[in-house]
């Protein structure tokens, strides 16, 4: 019987590991085992931190909100509750982009969340 080696598919998949473990320094990238393991360990934060960047940027959205309502005088929560109450349906990002790059939009918008409160 002849005796199979795995020379072709061991090398293939070698090569493919450290190609994905380019960045990195030492024997991160020179040695298939270690290699093999940064790669791994890659990937989970890469994983992880794809969800914890929609957390990150609402986190941010919410602060420029807050910092940008209380120079007209009121609150997050209560212009977040105001748009609710006058049924305005704007995004935290897009209320963020507002009171950035267009702070008297953004006073026009609280003005209509004072409205909504006031009609309760």
Known sequence: MSRVRNAVARHKRHKK????????????????????????????????????????FRAL???????AAREH?????????????AGVLIDRKMLADLAVKDPVAFGKVVEVARKGLSVE
């Open 73 to 85: 005088g009121i609150t997050y929560s209560v212009l977040i509750s105001g748009l609710i109450k």
């Open 17 to 56: 590991v450290l190609k994905a473990a380019k960045g990195n320094v030492g024997g991160r990238r020179k040695l298939y085992t270690v290699a093999a393991d940064a790669n791994k360990r890659a990937l989970e934060y890469q994983y992880r931190d794809r969800r914890n960047k929609k957390r990150n």
């Open 61 to 67: 959205w919410i602060t420029r909100i807050n910092a």
